[in-house]
């Protein structure tokens, strides 16, 4: 079993697994009005990629955005309206990259699961407002720590 295990081994420093212990993280408000939270679970500067949980309150509307890489979205407990489509507790969603959001709206308390290949870009009607990034999620995640 050595030799096989030998083979198939990825050449270079050894990999590990990365177990994030969700429940003992703080959850940080991202909204001045205290609907929206966010929990950074992974981040990777390699492809910059990042894993969060978002817990909206009813009635937030998540700010229009452009995706410059894909995602995928798995709801754990809610329901969010998204474009034309109403995504509930269990659904999974994949957004390729490009995709623009004029909207989302949370039409019951909700968290879901986003896992990200890329950043994001905030735009209002006349000009970009933000962007989020792997770098930004690491930032929200130190900060998680010290609440």
């Not at 083979?7 to 408000?29: H, R, Y």
């Not at 474009?83 to 959001?101: F, L, Q, S, V």
């Amino acid at each position: 079993m050595t030799d096989i295990l030998n083979m198939l081994q990825a050449p270079g420093p050894a990999m590990k697994d990365i177990l994030v212990k969700a429940s003992e993280s703080n959850w940080v408000p991202t909204d001045p009005n205290g609907k929206a939270f966010i929990k950074v679970l992974w981040t990777c500067a390699e492809s910059g990629g990042w894993a969060v949980m978002h817990k909206w309150k009813k009635g937030y509307v998540a700010p229009p955005h452009k995706h410059l890489g894909a995602i995928h979205a798995f709801i754990v407990s809610g329901k969010l309206q998204l474009r034309e489509h109403t995504i509930e507790t269990g659904d999974y969603m994949y957004e390729p990259n490009g995709i623009i959001h004029e909207s989302t709206e949370a039409l019951e308390d909700t968290i879901h699961l986003n896992i990200a290949d890329g950043p994001i870009l905030f735009f209002d009607d006349e000009k970009i407002t933000g962007y989020g990034s792997w770098e930004q999620m690491y930032r929200v995640q130190q900060r998680g720590k010290d609440l």
